[in-house]
């Protein structure tokens, strides 16, 4: 078994890069996903991912 993603409900997905851009971690791809109303942020971890996901409604 393995962990394929996390994700982390953020206020500000800008500010969340940053941060997480500060720690070492890099963004694969980011994308707005208008039927779940959210901008979504992938960092690789491993074979893992971390998801930042920022409401946008």
């Given at each position: 078994?393995?962990?394929?993603?996390?994700?982390?409900?953020?206020?500000?997905?800008?500010?969340?890069?940053?941060?997480?851009?500060a720690?070492?971690?890099?963004?694969?791809?980011?994308?707005?996903?208008?039927?779940?109303?959210?901008?979504?942020?992938?960092?690789?971890?491993?074979?893992?991912?971390?998801?930042?996901l920022?409401?946008?409604?």
């Open positions: 078994m393995r962990i394929d993603h996390i994700g982390i409900a953020v206020k500000n997905l800008e500010d969340a890069i940053k941060t997480f851009e720690l070492g971690f890099k963004v694969k791809g980011i994308e707005e996903v208008k039927e779940q109303k959210v901008k979504v942020a992938m960092l690789p971890v491993g074979e893992s991912k971390i998801e930042l920022e409401a946008t409604a």
